[in-house]
């Protein structure tokens, strides 16, 4: 839950277009939020196959990865067509749903649904 608090205080302060000052201080903040979401989903990678934790961690980076690149693919056509504020605020608000969902699906996995 600390980490969508985080993600969208930094999105929402690059999306105001503040003084660069701000925007370095929105970095920290979005590298804190990063930090959490990245640790909880490689930790959850490593107990999905114990027998297997090489190969859980090369789908997991391989899907990491390959995700980073269409997120940054889809954003370059976005901000080419919308600009960045809508971009950042789009952010600010999918990513926290995105923690949200995950932490959803950790608490049915461990009530075992």
Known sequence: AYASGLFFTSFMI???????????????????GFVLLHN???NNATQMN????????????FCF???QTIGVAIS??????VGAVPLFM???ILLPILVFW???GLEREQKGT
């Open 40 to 42: 909880s989903l490689q």
């Open 102 to 104: 995950f932490r959803s």
């Open 90 to 92: 789009g952010s600010a």
């Open 65 to 67: 990865f390959v995700g």
């Open 14 to 32: 690059v999306a105001m277009s503040p003084p660069v000052e701000f925007v370095a201080l929105a970095i920290v903040i979005g590298g804190g």
């Open 50 to 61: 114990p027998e297997g934790r090489g190969a859980a961690i090369a789908v997991y980076a």
């Open 76 to 81: 370059g056509f976005l901000f080419d067509r």
